[in-house]
């Protein structure tokens, strides 16, 4: 169990671990005005949680720009966001194992959207994915771009390099060539479908 004893965010500071609730680990939270509550580890460590909520009242009588939000919460572009921080700072991600367990971050700049927005946003059009160049590395602006699902594809780390009927080429480039859905070449592969058919057309009546 990931230890945050002490880990502050805002006017919250971790005191203690009390358990799970049959899925999410639990912890005692304090906040600076004396009020303790249990919280979940996820909605801890959520954005935009910096009290117990003491201060709502403050902030409607007293407004300021930096609390003004950028008006994008709705985009695609914004959960975008928001599953690139997940997967790479929380454990109980469902795929913190393939990013933030394996060292992938995001950089100190990209902590807010307006900043991942500012750099991102430029070349963002309606349906790409964001795409690191170099999968060894973590989220910056240097190293991420704007892809199309079909080209991120090709790019992954689970992508196989064969040698086919058409010449050299990855598995996913292969199965477009032979006109075979990308998921049932990789499911031959992992069974060990031999290469000479490897190729051919599904046959609901004859499974491999």
């Not at 999410?24 to 996820?42: P, S, Y």
């Not at 709705?74 to 194992?97: E, F, G, I, N, Q």
């Not at 059009?125 to 160049?133: I, N, S, W």
């Not at 032979?178 to 599904?202: E, F, K």
Request: aromatic share 10%; hydrophobic share 35%.
């Amino acid at each position: 169990m990931r230890d945050i004893t002490g880990h502050r965010i805002g006017l919250l500071q971790a005191v203690k671990f009390l358990g799970t609730n049959g899925r999410r680990a639990v912890w005692l939270i304090r906040c600076d005005c004396g009020i303790e509550k249990q919280m979940q580890l996820r909605r801890f460590l959520a954005d935009g949680v910096t009290s117990c909520g003491c201060r709502k009242d403050d902030h409607k009588r007293m407004p300021r720009p930096e609390l003004r939000t950028h008006g994008l919460s709705k985009h695609p572009a914004y959960a975008v966001w928001r599953s690139m921080r997940d997967r790479c700072r929380l454990p109980t991600h469902h795929a913190y194992d393939r990013y933030g367990g394996r060292g992938i971050a995001v950089c100190e700049r990209w902590r807010t959207f307006e900043m991942f927005w500012e750099d991102m946003g430029p070349t963002y059009q309606a349906g790409l994915t964001l795409e690191r160049k170099d999968n060894d590395k973590g989220y910056n602006p240097e190293n991420c771009v704007w892809e199309t699902r079909l080209a991120q594809a090709h790019n992954t780390r689970a992508n196989i390099t064969l040698e086919t009927p058409w010449g050299l080429m990855t598995a996913g480039e292969a199965a477009d060539k032979a006109g075979i859905n990308r998921t049932t070449i990789y499911y031959r592969i992992a069974h060990g479908v031999p290469m000479s058919r490897l190729w051919d057309p599904p046959d609901v009546t004859n499974r491999f």
